[in-house]
């Protein structure tokens, strides 16, 4: 079992930055991608950027040059981090990590980012 702990969420207004993190209590070497996802009300979940553990990062059109994911080996945390935030990007944010093998990914419980004026 792997517990992923986000935070960092809160009430942005336009144009403004949050940073998420996701602490996780299995070293995040052991992953072999690490990424950030997001649900809003009403609408399904969303990829916004993965990392793998090597080669480049993957982002949505959506935040493609607002949004950079980065990682911490020695704190076990995943970042992602959001520069110009819209309202658009009002969301529940979760963190998942998928481990080599067979052995299932693992879902953070979430961080809401709301975006507003």
């Known amino acids: 079992q792997v517990q992923l702990v986000e935070s960092g969420g809160g009430l942005v207004q336009p144009g403004g930055c949050l940073r998420l993190?996701?602490?996780?209590?299995?070293?995040?070497?052991?992953?072999?991608?690490v990424g950030w996802y997001r649900q809003a009300p009403g609408q399904k979940r969303e990829l916004v950027a993965t990392?793998?553990?090597?080669?480049?990062?993957n982002y949505a059109d959506s935040v493609k040059g607002r949004c950079t994911i980065s990682r911490d080996n020695g704190k076990d945390t995943v970042y992602l981090h959001m520069n110009t935030l819209k309202p658009e990007d009002t969301a529940v944010y979760s963190c998942?990590?998928?481990?080599?093998?067979?052995?299932?990914?693992?879902w953070g419980q979430g961080t809401q980012v709301t975006v507003s004026s």
């Open positions: 998942n990590v998928e481990p080599y093998g067979a052995e299932p990914g693992y």
């Open positions: 993190s996701c602490a996780s209590s299995r070293s995040i070497d052991s992953f072999y991608r």
């Open positions: 990392m793998p553990s090597l080669g480049d990062s």
